[in-house]
């Protein structure tokens, strides 16, 4: 099915699941941040919430610096 990361179409599984899209990405859950449809996503709630057709996902990374 496809979806929008970031603003960019992608494919991927059906079924799969936001802590399923993060863990495709190689991010670490603890470092990235989550919006479907402009709703974040809670970490605990990443394995059970499942993408649909045209969901709108934002990842955002958290960066430390100094």
């Avoid at 670490?28 to 649909?52: F, I, K, S, T, Y």
Wanted: proline share 3%; no cysteine.
């Amino acid at each position: 099915m496809q979806i929008r990361l970031n603003g960019n179409p992608i494919e991927i599984e059906d079924g799969a699941t936001v802590a399923d899209l993060v863990a495709a990405r190689g991010l670490a859950a603890e470092q990235v941040a989550v919006e479907v449809n402009e709703r974040l996503v809670a970490r605990d709630r990443r394995a059970q919430h499942a993408l649909a057709p045209l969901d709108r996902v934002e990842l955002v990374t958290l960066v430390g610096g100094g």
